[in-house]
């Protein structure tokens, strides 16, 4: 047995390939709605989230049968590793920060629901806030209505939406190509100074400024004052 201390982005890496799977023998995952936003809580604020346990897959000896994570789309590959312990965190982790599929999950009634998660950047920037207060989910639709559906509270259907309400995505923030094409490339044709990549690289884990001070700056390149961001 050994520790390996692993960046979370390089575990979702693995998982999104195939190449960490789970045991067969493991049951499925359903965490709820309030559980998953207080987990994207601690790991955007760099808290500690727990362990988790692999089996290193390959040895004649172990034959247990295998299964790709929920969600994933890697189809006939045989793993390296094995979940062991860590299932339902490394779950909703490649789920809500990493997929791009809704995430399954549950109310706390138990009703079966369907969410993309987001964090408010007006919020993640007040030191008052705290950051669990700034993580929120919404339908597969990415609409909120109200009236029974008859007004639409808040929109973000569409990238150019999430930014005017200034709103970031987290099944960005650990898929760095995806992060840099979708998010990078509108702050490069404003001309506009950014964080450079290798700083995204260096984080062991997530990295919360960089989001923050990174959608300040685009929302100022169109027109969208710092104060207002703050206020």
């Known amino acids: 047995m050994q520790t390996n201390d692993r960046p979370i982005s390089e575990l979702m890496i693995s998982i999104n390939k195939g190449a960490i799977q789970l045991p067969d023998f493991q049951r499925g995952w359903v965490w709820e709605d309030g559980r998953i936003k207080a987990l994207i809580a601690s790991i955007t604020n760099n808290?500690?989230?727990?362990?988790?346990?692999?089996?290193?897959?390959?040895?004649?000896n172990i034959r247990f049968k295998y299964r790709v994570i929920e969600g994933v789309t890697a189809t006939d590959v045989i793993p390296t590793e094995l979940i062991l312990?860590?299932?339902?965190?490394l779950t909703s982790i490649y789920s809500s920060l990493y997929s791009r599929n809704a995430v399954h999950t549950r109310t706390d009634k138990g009703k079966k629901i369907?969410?993309?998660?987001?964090?408010?950047?007006?919020?993640?920037?007040?030191?008052?806030?705290?950051?669990?207060?700034?993580?929120?989910?919404?339908?597969?639709?990415?609409?909120i209505t109200s009236n029974f559906g008859r007004n639409i509270e808040l929109d973000l259907s569409d990238r150019t939406k999430e930014f005017e309400n200034k709103m970031f995505p987290h099944n960005l923030i650990l898929d760095f190509q995806a992060f840099n094409h979708e998010i990078m490339h509108c702050i490069d044709f404003y001309f506009k100074p950014k964080i450079p990549n290798e700083t995204y690289y260096g984080f062991h884990e997530i990295p919360t400024y960089a989001i923050d001070y990174l959608f300040i700056d685009y929302l100022e390149s169109i027109g969208v004052k710092y104060g207002e961001v703050q206020n």
């Open 85 to 89: 312990d860590g299932q339902q965190r």
């Open 114 to 143: 369907f969410r993309y998660y987001y964090i408010d950047i007006k919020k993640a920037c007040d030191p008052n806030c705290d950051r669990v207060d700034a993580i929120f989910s919404v339908p597969e639709t990415r609409i």
């Open 47 to 60: 808290y500690p989230v727990g362990a988790a346990m692999f089996l290193e897959y390959g040895n004649d």
